[in-house]
């Protein structure tokens, strides 16, 4: 297993979360690390971008202010504190690894996948 996602579960709305994601990467400091989520029904939606010092990350403007992303290179894991959560965060959320930066928001450019963890705001 490459990535290994967790931290997902119920919360209320306006809660947080922190998203967790260990990889097994070799060279793990190489990969722009990506969150996406799906929820129901709904195709996979970019959520934010870490770039490989964690220096500069990339968020949706539907999470912009709300989400921080962040990274621990000497641990191999990225992470996603999700705060002021709403209802329509609700849904199975993704971390992945990128070598091509440059297309950081888009799905098909990762090359590895974690297996998902749930995240449900309640109202």
């Known amino acids: 297993v490459q990535l290994q996602a967790s931290g997902g579960g119920l919360v209320q709305a306006g809660g947080s979360l922190r998203l967790s994601c260990a990889a097994s990467?070799?060279?793990?400091?190489?990969?722009?690390m990506g969150w996406f989520r799906q929820a129901p029904g709904k195709e996979h939606e970019f959520v934010a971008a870490i770039s490989w010092s964690g220096g500069t990350t990339y968020y949706a403007d539907s999470v912009e202010g709300r989400f921080t992303g962040s990274r621990d290179n000497a641990k191999k894991t990225a992470y996603l504190q999700m705060t002021s959560l709403k209802p329509e965060d609700t849904a199975v959320y993704y971390c992945?690894?990128?070598?091509?930066?440059?297309?950081?928001?888009?799905?098909?450019?990762?090359?590895?996948w974690g297996q998902g963890t749930l995240v449900t705001v309640s109202s």
């Open positions: 990467l070799r060279t793990f400091s190489s990969y722009f």
């Open positions: 992945a690894a990128t070598l091509q930066s440059s297309r950081h928001t888009s799905k098909s450019a990762y090359d590895y």
